[in-house]
């Protein structure tokens, strides 16, 4: 049966940024028959060395990926108030309920909803068959839109990696990172590039979630004397 994976990055196979990537691209080419790369960078000119499948959007890039929000908020109606709620929940418990966190929460929605779109039409044009793997390098908005992709015909898996920035609460303004719970519950795993970021994290979700978090550090390749 063949196995896919689309990858979701901020920026790679462009810019500099997310070098980490480069170290871990030849162990997925192997362990999959294709992979292809949803690169959210569409200003970046410079490409890195290599083979890749790319496709580059931006969900913020101009108005006509807003307008897809509305037939996809119907598309998924149900979902998308079934998160909002439980989000909402914890805002109050947390008493982090206000404007600016609320606009922030509805934008990262909006986010994962238009970049749910772009998987699916990856996984169309390609005719993909078999088992997908979506993995989002970053536990945010592009983790969220693994979560809206299903199919009847395919066997899904969602996966992310967590760093530093989208572990933290205390490192964003308003001390608040979205969806933590509703990302644990809807992914297969997520994997930590560090202990502490575990551990940070089981302190956030509900406990029977705390399986799904690995530890997945970052490395690159062995260089010479």
């Not at 200003?43 to 913020?60: D, L, M, Q, T, W």
């Not at 908020?73 to 108030?81: M, P």
């Not at 078999?130 to 908005?141: I, R």
């Amino acid at each position: 049966m063949p196995k896919t994976l689309i990858l979701i990055t901020n920026h790679f196979p462009f810019g500099s940024a997310e070098a980490f990537i480069e170290t871990e691209y030849p162990f997925l080419e192997r362990r999959f028959s294709n992979v292809f790369i949803l690169c959210r960078d569409v200003v970046s000119k410079e490409i890195r060395h290599g083979n890749y499948n790319y496709n580059r959007f931006n969900p913020e890039s101009n108005w006509r990926e807003y307008f897809l929000l509305i037939p996809l908020v119907l598309k998924h109606f149900g979902k998308v108030v079934q998160v909002l709620m439980e989000e909402i929940s914890y805002l109050r418990t947390s008493q982090k309920l206000n404007a600016a966190n609320l606009i922030r929460c509805a934008h990262d929605l909006g986010k994962a909803l238009v970049t749910s779109a772009h998987i699916e039409k990856i996984i169309k044009a390609n005719k993909l068959s078999g088992e997908v793997v979506l993995y989002s390098y970053w536990l945010t908005s592009s983790a969220l839109a693994t979560t809206f992709v299903t199919s009847n015909s395919l066997s899904i898996r969602r996966i992310s990696r967590t760093h530093g920035g989208d572990v933290y609460e205390e490192r964003q303004t308003g001390n608040y990172l979205s969806f933590r719970n509703t990302l644990a519950k809807n992914l297969d795993a997520i994997f930590c590039t560090t202990q502490s970021g575990i551990d940070y994290l089981k302190l956030k979700v509900d406990s029977g979630f705390h399986h799904k978090f690995n530890l997945a550090r970052l490395g690159t390749s062995r260089g010479g004397d």
